[in-house]
């Protein structure tokens, strides 16, 4: 069981940068995928990007790129979301997962956080 609590959302205006966390509990952290996601209202859940096990490797969705940076650090076994440039349609949930396997930009993940919400105003 691996429980994961994100933080760091919050009311920023478009052109700012905001830095999510997402903390992980249990053990082996290094030995999962972990993964940022979004919900925006009336929307279906969408990849944001992943990060490989090692950190090596990131992924990233067409939207974000460029703008947005994946890191982890296991030593801490935490995952983080350097989010610069917002824009408005950035507005949403933002969760957190996790996964033993490859990494995946689909939202097929094993476990996941409860999310955090952040609102990108114009």
């Known amino acids: 069981q691996v429980q994961l609590v994100e933080s760091g959302g919050g009311l920023v205006q478009a052109g700012g940068s905001l830095r999510l966390s997402c903390a992980a509990s249990?053990?082996?952290?290094?030995?999962?995928?972990m993964g940022w996601f979004r919900q925006a209202p009336e929307k279906d859940r969408e990849f944001v990007a992943a990060i490989s096990r090692n950190g090596g490797s990131t992924f990233y969705a067409d939207s974000v790129k460029g703008r947005f940076t994946i890191s982890r650090d296991n030593a801490k076994n935490t995952v983080s979301l350097q989010m610069n440039s917002l824009k408005p349609e950035d507005t949403a949930i933002y969760f957190c997962?996790?996964?033993?396997?490859?990494?995946?930009?689909?939202?097929?993940?094993?476990?996941w956080g409860q999310g955090t919400q952040v609102t990108v105003s114009s």
């Open positions: 249990g053990r082996s952290f290094s030995s999962y995928v």
């Open positions: 997962a996790t996964r033993s396997g490859i990494v995946r930009t689909t939202t097929r993940y094993d476990y």
